[in-house]
Structures are given as C-alpha cells and as structure tokens.
C-alpha cells in the first residue's frame, strides 16, 4: 500500500506517458486541469481548501488513468464535486456543470458527452475507488500560518511574506508538488521563497534553540536546502514557461500583470525551462509581486490573499470572500498570538523517498492518540 | 448524439468513446479498492437508515468474519452521499480498540446488468452482539463487575473519539457492539461529525435533529446548535441505566413527550438549575413540567441497588450540559474503582453461542421505566426467518 508520494522517476513513467503523451504535454494537462479547478471553485464560492483538495485528487488520478482515456476537464469537475462534499461545502452536480460550461470553450465542453450530470456521476465511482477513498487531503495553507506566527520580525513584512508563500501555494497546485512532498516541506520551501523574494530576513523566531541553524528545523527534520531549492524551483517554473500552441488547449488570455519575479534563488541546471524574462507575462491569473513595493493584496491567485492571522495586528481583511470557517477536521484556526503560543512540536519528517506512511500503517494510524485519562489508582471504598 | 460524438471524436482522437469506457471501467482493477465478491455473505444481521448489514465470510479465510454495510446509493441525485463519506472520512481516522475497526471499501464489479456502476460496501471488523441484542435476552446476565466492563469501555470510546474532536451523536445500544471476547466497540458514525471548540467565538450551527428520540439529551430537544461532547454523555447515561432496566428508560414519542420524560426524571428545566436555557430556541415553544423534582436515583435504586452506579449516573444525567460529566471524570468516578472491580465479560459470553443483534431480537418488553408501549422508533422490528447465528 503507497502512500501518496511520487520520485521523480515515477512522476514521468506515469499511466499518459505510457500511453504516448509526452511528459510537458501532461504537465500543461495537469496545470490546466488545476487551474480549471480552481477558476471554478472561485466562480463557486468554494473556500481554498476545497479547490486544493479537489486538486490533489485530480493529480492522484491520473497517476493511474491516462488523459487520452479520461478528459481532464470532466474529470477536473468530478474532483471539485467530491471535493465539495468531503471539505463540507456541497455543491449541486448540476451547478458546477453549469459553471464549467461558462469557463470552458465549446470545444472542450464536448468532452462531457451528452448526458454531463451522468458523465460526472459515473467517474465519481472511480475517481473514489481510484483514490482508494482516500478522502482526507492536508494542504500547506494551514501549516504556513502556524510557521508564521513563530517568526519574529517586521509585522508588515512578515505580513507582505506570508501572503506571497499563500500565493506561491495556490500556484504550487499547479505542478506536481502534491504528489512528492509533505505539505509541511511546501510550506517551508515556499515560505524560504517568499522571505527571499519579500526580502524578509528571519533572525529570529519562537522557540528557538542553540540547535537550530534554521527556523524550519523546528518543523522539520533533514531538510536540505537542495529540495527546498528543488521546489522553490517547480513553483518558479510555472512563470516561465511558454504559453502553449496547442490548438487543443490555447493558452487562455490572461490579462498582462506584473513581471515574474526575478529570482535570487540559483536556476536549475537542467536546461528544460526558459529561464525567467521579465517580460514575458506569467501564464496564470496570478501575477507574482516584485520583491518590494506591491500593493498588498495585488497578488492574489485564486483565493486572494490569506485570511487574517488572530494575532496578527495590521492584517487587514482579504479582498475577497473570507476564508471559510475550517473544514471538518482541517486544523484548528490559529490559536492565540505568537508570544503566547507554545512552540509547536517538531513535526517527524520522514525522509523522502520512502513513502510518507509506512507500508502496512492504516491512514489513521497516526492521528492523535490521546494519552490515558489520568485515573487515580484503585482506592479502598469508604 | 451521433453528431455529437462525432465532433467530439474529432477534436479529441484518442479518446475513449461510451463502448470502451465501458469495457475500460469493467477491466480495470482498482489496486485499492477490491472486490466486494473476495467475501461470502452469511446473514443479513442489521437494517439502518443507510442500508443493510451483512455478515460476511473471507473467502480466503474462512475463520475471519467482517460485517459489510451496503452504502445505499439508489436515490442518490448528488453522487456517493455526503453521510457516507463523513462516515468513512472519521473511521478512517479513529484507530481504537473501543471503536469498531473499518477495515477496507469493497465494490462490486462494474458490469453492464449495474450500468457499470458499482456498488460499495464499508468492511468492518466483525462483532458477535450489539448491546441492544443481548439486553433483549433475558439469558444474558450481567454481573456488577461486567456491567462496570461495558460502561467503562463505553466511556473509554467516547473519551478518545472527543479527544479527537468528534461527535458520535447517535448514542444507543444498537450501536454498540460487543465482540464474544467482550471487547465494546462504538459503531454507526453515520451521523458523528467533528467539532471545533469555538475560541474564535464563532458558534457551531449543527444540525439539531440527531440522537435517536430516547437517546438524546434536553439541548437537541430544545433547539440547541452550538453544542457539543455532552450529547454523547447523556446517551452514555441512558445506555448505563439500560444495562440494569434492561430497556431503554425514556421511550417518548414525540420531541415534546421526550422532555416531558424528562423532566419527570431529572427535575424542572429552569434557568435555576440550568443558567441561559431561557435562551434556546425551543424554550418558550416546548410545554416544560413545572415542580418536578429530580428523582434520577430515586427511580433507579430499584434496579441499580449501587449507590456508585446511581451517583455516577446522576451525574451523567444531568440537565444542563456544562454541568454534566464529561468522559474522562465519569471515568474517574467511584464506580469503576470500588469493589467488585470492572471484569471481563468473555467467560459469561462464552456460555452464549449465538450472535445477538437488535436486528435478529424480538422486540423488547416493557418494563416499569416505560410510561407507553410503542414499537421503538428507527429500528426495524422486522423478524429474520429464524437465522440462528453460531457465534463459535
Ligand atoms: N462490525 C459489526 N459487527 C457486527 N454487527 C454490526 C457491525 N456493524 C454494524 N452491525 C450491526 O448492524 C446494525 C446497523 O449498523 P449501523 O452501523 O448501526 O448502521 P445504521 O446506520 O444503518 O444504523 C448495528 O446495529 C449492528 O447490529
Ligand atoms: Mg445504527
């Protein structure tokens, strides 16, 4: 029994590239069918965390069905309307495809056949049989508020810094991200970028003690700013590729925004991507902020700017729908405000690869297990 | 369609069309989610809002039973439904040994005579009885010590499902089950849900209309919905009294009765005993018994004889919620620390061989707790064609 975590390796010997589709033309499938996830969630009013698990169920499905046997946009559908009910935010089968219908060109709306409720309905069968219902999805969001209320430091630019790693993780569902690392690890890396980018230097945090080089290590364990580069890395790409020229899936017109940021971070070596061109437009209805100067809520994806930190004095209100209350299960709200707050507990990060559980753990094996009541010890009766 | 399919087949060559779909769903084999057909059906042992219930055999293991509950999916307009995925969501995060354990999703296969959609099935660990089942046999004896076994276990369930920050809110014998090792498993989280305390001030606006009628507690009958773990400390009160009267001691049949049943056992809800229940929704609309006085141990002794048992059910009877004890200090209560001691219930169930189930009993009859002899709600009364259950 797998986890959920992919190597690279296996990333692109994957169900589509076996059955003849290159690796980039998955990875733009992968990112339009995310995007379309998300532009559709927000037409909905649908809270962040529906829209990214809605996601993260769209990628963990096409790591065993082809795009050629399945169109990404139903299936981009089905995984928003499974989303929905699990994150408790339902919404009508009917409406969403009446949303799509909105969003998508006559062309690719055809993909649904003739009976759309139906198409959607049936592949809801085996998007969860797929996903072996495997139901509950952790996203970074919640872990980046946690790590940013233990960091100390300028209270606007700590702000600023947060809301960029918020946007950077909107984006990140766009890549792969999901399916290789821990949401913890994304929140990190993409927190390390966003300081970089905001320039946000932390000096200093919560909890801190004589072993820790790094704020993360609190959080994580073995985490080399190779990977961390490495994500940095697949997020940035997104911003410099180029527009596609398929007549399948044109390019959508995206509104010119600002620049692509100029990163500090080293690029790859790899040579696949275009390295970064000021003027060239992000392909996304993000925009992604110059390291300084941006008006604050300019750089919203999909969810806007992060909801406000209890705690967090100057945080102003989002521009958009408030987030929602959380979901079931999700993490609890943040909690009282840095200088009261524990440092939270290092978090036991696996080392990546093997797989995030172990095999032969059940997915609840590690939830909580609260330590026995403390019940006194037999007593004689009166 | 011909016109529509054609178009879309050209713009989109490779994909599949209706036929190979069909053939691709019915061929593929879901490496997580097996065959419904690797387990041999026994006897149909429970019939519930969601579906029926199975037990079932391995058919690699032909010692190893599990019950399967069917996810009832026929009236279905929104897909898999949003109650049985709530279901399977919190199961597969409680891991406990007072929790019954899911073991697996089977399906069936997607054929044409299903129109390729498959049926679903939540596997669970199999238990011998459920509590209702073996209180509506009177051959069942329960000694003190064992009573202590099942409402410890009980409490030991609820104070890890809270911890977690879950509600099972449907709290009734038939769903607890008890393994023939006298293992107590809570079950039927069909209705559980999580909770967040609300620091954030922000109140809850959960559903009011749960709990099984005799089961539930003062708050849902008055239009509480900002409430919380204490729901499941009443039923846990009235399960507690269940295992000495042996049926369930406030049979309403309305919302308005239930209260009524109420208040003649624990006392007048006032805003003396219960600060701000003036404040819920339902206050002024239900018809509330003035000057009753609070007769819990009173009424109980009778079957209880224990004064620990009266006084820690007293406890747990309690009208206001706040007030009301919560899993871990019942848990500390005399009770369970006074002699006889808690004790294993797996030698005086090895002397029943046959598996117990509400579902399988006749209905239970009345004793003096009951004020009206009515069928009881929600459960099917429905006889099995006499299916006796060998237990070994
Ligand atoms: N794991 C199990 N082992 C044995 N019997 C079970 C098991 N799960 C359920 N049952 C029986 O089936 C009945 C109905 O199951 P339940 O989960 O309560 O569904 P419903 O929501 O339909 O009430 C239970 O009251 C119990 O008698
Ligand atoms: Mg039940």
């Given amino acids: 029994m797998p986890g959920w975590y992919y190597d690279k390796k296996e990333l692109k010997n994957t169900p589509s590239a076996q059955d003849g589709i290159d690796y980039q033309t998955e990875m733009r499938y992968r990112k339009e069918g995310a995007r379309f996830?998300?532009?559709?969630?927000?037409?909905?009013?649908?809270?962040?965390?529906?829209?990214?698990?809605?996601?993260?169920?769209?990628?963990?499905?096409?790591?065993?069905?082809?795009?050629?046997?399945?169109?990404?946009?139903?299936?981009?559908?089905?995984?928003?309307?499974?989303a929905g009910k699990v994150e408790e935010t339902p919404k009508k089968c009917k409406d969403i495809i009446k949303t799509a219908r909105g969003l998508l060109t006559d062309q690719k709306f055809n993909t649904f056949g003739d009976d759309p409720k139906e198409e959607v309905m049936t592949l809801e069968r085996i998007l969860l049989?797929?996903?072996?219902?495997d139901l509950q999805v952790e996203h970074p969001y919640a872990y980046l508020l946690k790590y940013a209320k233990c960091l100390k430091g300028d209270k606007v630019k700590l702000n600023k810094m947060v809301q960029m790693a918020w946007t950077f993780v909107n984006d990140s569902l766009c890549t792969t991200l999901a399916l290789q690392w821990e949401p913890e690890i994304i929140a990190v890396a993409l927190m390390y970028l966003?300081?970089?980018?905001?320039?946000?230097?932390?000096?200093?945090?919560?909890?801190?003690?004589?072993?820790?080089?790094?704020?993360?290590?609190?959080?994580?364990?073995?985490?080399?700013?190779?990977?961390?580069?490495?994500?940095?890395?697949?997020?940035?790409?997104?911003?410099?590729?180029t527009p596609s020229q398929s007549n399948e899936s044109p390019p959508q017109n995206q509104p010119r925004l600002n620049p692509p940021p100029s990163s500090s971070v080293a690029r790859p070596s790899n040579g696949?991507?275009?390295?970064?061109?000021?003027?060239?437009?992000?392909?996304?209805?993000?925009?992604?902020?110059?390291?300084?100067?941006?008006?604050?809520?300019?750089?919203?994806?999909?969810?806007?700017?992060?909801?406000?930190?209890?705690?967090?004095?100057?945080?102003?209100?989002?521009?958009?729908?408030a987030p929602p209350v959380p979901p079931h299960m999700a993490a609890p709200p943040p909690g009282p405000p840095p200088n009261i707050a524990a440092p939270p507990p290092v978090f036991p990060f696996v080392n990546h690869p093997p797989p995030f559980a172990p095999p032969g753990v059940p997915p609840g094996a590690n939830y909580y297990q609260p330590p026995n009541p403390p019940h006194r010890q037999f007593y004689p009766p009166p | 369609m011909q016109n529509n399919n054609a178009r879309e087949r050209t713009a989109y060559p490779q994909m599949m069309n209706n036929r190979e779909k069909e053939k691709y769903i019915e061929n593929y084999n879901f490496p997580y989610c097996d065959e419904?057909?690797?387990?041999?059906?026994?006897?149909?042992?429970?019939?519930?809002?969601?579906?029926?219930?199975?037990?079932?055999?391995?058919?690699?293991?032909?010692?190893?039973f599990v019950a399967m509950k069917k996810v009832l999916m026929d009236n279905e307009k929104e897909g898999f439904p949003i109650t049985a995925l709530r279901e399977i969501r919190i199961l597969q995060l409680l891991k406990h040994e007072n929790v019954v354990n899911?073991?697996?999703?089977?399906?069936?296969?997607?054929?044409?005579?299903?129109?390729?959609?498959?049926?679903?099935?939540?596997?669970?660990?199999?238990?011998?009885?459920?509590?209702?089942?073996?209180?509506?046999?009177?051959?069942?004896?329960?000694?003190?010590?064992?009573?202590?076994?099942v409402v410890q276990q009980l409490l030991n369930g609820l104070y890890y499902i809270h911890s977690n920050k879950i509600l099972h809110r449907d709290m009734?014998?038939?769903?607890?089950?008890?393994?023939?090792?006298?293992?107590?498993?809570?079950?039927?989280?069909?209705?559980?849900?999580?909770?967040s305390t609300n620091k954030s001030g922000v109140p809850n606006r959960f559903t009011n209309r749960v709990v099984t009628l005799w089961y539930r507690p003062p708050e849902l009958l008055l239009g509480e919905r900002n409430y919380g773990p204490p729901v499941d400390l009443w039923g846990a009160g009235c399960i507690m009294a269940e295992m000495w009267t042996r049926s369930p001691i406030m049979q309403g049949n309305s919302e308005q009765q239930q209260l009524t049943?109420?208040?003649?056992?624990?006392?007048?809800?006032?805003?003396?005993?219960?600060?701000?229940?003036?404040?819920?929704?339902?206050?002024?609309?239900?018809?509330?018994?003035?000057?009753?006085?609070?007769?819990?141990?009173?009424?109980?002794?009778?079957?209880?004889?224990?004064?620990?048992?009266?006084?820690?059910?007293?406890?747990?009877?309690?009208?206001d919620p706040s007030k009301r004890a919560d899993a871990d200090t019942a848990l500390n209560h005399d009770f369970f620390w006074t002699d006889p001691m808690p004790c294993d219930l797996g030698k005086m169930l090895a002397s029943h061989t046959t598996s117990m189930f509400e579902f399988l009993a006749p209905p239970r009859r009345s004793t003096q707790m009951r004020h009206h002899s009515l069928p009881r709600p929600t459960t099917s009364t429905v006889q099995d064609g006499g299916y006796i259950d060998r237990v070994f």
């Avoid at chain 1, 009013?45 to 996601?55: I, K, M, N, P, R």
């Avoid at chain 2, 057909?37 to 032909?62: C, L, M, P």
């Avoid at chain 2, 059910?313 to 009208?319: G, I, N, Q, S, Y």
């Fill in chain 2, 261 to 319: 049943l109420i208040s003649q056992l624990c006392g007048s809800i006032t805003p003396q005993v219960w600060p701000n229940v003036d404040t819920l929704e339902l206050y002024r609309t239900m018809e509330l018994p003035q000057q009753q006085k609070r007769k819990v141990k009173e009424r109980l002794k009778p079957y209880m004889k224990d004064p620990y048992a009266c006084d820690l059910l007293d406890k747990l009877l309690v009208l």
């Fill in chain 2, 102 to 149: 899911l073991i697996e999703i089977c399906r069936t296969k997607a054929t044409q005579s299903n129109r390729y959609r498959s049926t679903f099935y939540l596997v669970f660990e199999f238990c011998e009885h459920d509590l209702a089942g073996l209180l509506s046999n009177v051959n069942v004896k329960f000694s003190l010590g064992e009573i202590k076994k």
């Fill in chain 1, 129 to 133: 049989q797929t996903i072996k219902f």
């Fill in chain 2, 36 to 64: 419904s057909a690797k387990y041999e059906k026994v006897a149909k042992i429970g019939q519930g809002t969601f579906g029926e219930v199975f037990k079932a055999k391995d058919r690699r293991n032909s010692q190893k």
């Fill in chain 1, 272 to 321: 696949q991507n275009n390295p970064v061109s000021p003027d060239q437009p992000p392909p996304m209805h993000s925009s992604i902020p110059p390291p300084s100067d941006v008006p604050t809520y300019i750089y919203g994806t999909f969810t806007g700017a992060p909801p406000p930190v209890p705690g967090f004095p100057g945080f102003s209100a989002p521009p958009m729908s």
């Fill in chain 2, 172 to 195: 009734k014998a038939a769903n607890v089950l008890i393994t023939k090792n006298g293992v107590l498993k809570l079950a039927d989280f069909g209705l559980a849900r999580a909770f």
């Fill in chain 1, 37 to 82: 996830i998300i532009d559709t969630g927000i037409k909905m009013d649908l809270g962040y965390s529906t829209s990214a698990t809605g996601v993260v169920y769209f990628h963990r499905f096409y790591m065993f069905h082809s795009f050629k046997q399945f169109p990404r946009y139903v299936t981009a559908c089905c995984c928003l309307f499974l």
């Fill in chain 1, 194 to 241: 966003a300081g970089k980018l905001s320039q946000f230097d932390v000096i200093d945090w919560t909890g801190r003690t004589a072993k820790h080089l790094r704020w993360w290590e609190m959080f994580v364990e073995d985490v080399t700013m190779d990977l961390l580069e490495d994500i940095c890395h697949q997020v940035l790409d997104l911003y410099s590729q």
